[in-house]
């Protein structure tokens, strides 16, 4: 089979589109949008951002040192793809309320508001600056996760299906497909029928 060898580039799509918000000294909040998001650790709970040193929020939650990662769904990706193509150098975005329809709500933990509409909400404390080249990757220790009850189920576990999330792929946004399986299914068992005992 004929393969390309092309030079080296970031092709680990898709990826989640997460809007981070974040808050200066002076009150002011921005909401950005990221792809370069992800997991670091299980225990402590822990998460990572790549933001652009020229980026407007880079410089707040550089010196604020908290943020607040926030899921994205198909309702949300327009406003997803706005907030990342407009820099809060010139625009409150969460000014436009009655435009974007984005509602700020109240951590728990942080300063950085939540966004109401999200399914997930990650609040978030940096621990360590990465200065890595284009990208500066904040690390930081999730503190808390809220999430809307929209998306609990009627035992209350969050069943994410009902989100409706989105994801990031080579410039354009995608949403979720369907379920292929779960963690595991590839080595588990298939379930043996009891026999009734006569």
């Not at 009150?27 to 225990?43: F, L, Y």
């Amino acid at each position: 089979m004929a393969r390309q060898y092309w030079k080296p580039s970031n092709m680990l799509y898709p990826i989640p589109a997460v809007m981070i918000t974040c808050r200066d000294e002076n009150g002011r909040d921005n909401v950005m949008t990221a792809a370069w998001a992800g997991t670091v650790c299980s225990d402590p709970v822990m998460v990572s951002v790549s933001i652009r040193k020229e980026r407007y929020s880079h410089d707040i939650i550089a010196k604020s040192g908290e943020f607040v990662i926030c899921t994205t769904n198909r309702k949300l990706a327009k406003v997803t793809d706005f907030v990342g193509v407009r820099s809060g150098r010139d625009l409150d975005k969460f000014a436009l309320e009655n435009e974007l329809h984005l509602t700020r709500a109240k951590a728990k933990h942080v300063n950085a508001p939540l966004i109401a509409e999200s399914p997930v909400c990650l609040e978030c404390k940096v621990t360590q600056i990465l200065e890595l080249g284009s990208h500066d990757m904040f690390i930081a220790e999730v503190l808390s996760t809220d999430i809307d009850d929209a998306y609990l189920d009627e035992n209350g576990r969050l069943d994410l299906r009902k989100a409706d999330l989105i994801a990031y792929s080579h410039g354009e946004y995608y949403a979720l497909g369907e379920l292929l399986g779960k963690f595991g299914y590839s080595v588990k068992k298939p379930r043996r029928k009891k026999t009734q005992k006569k």
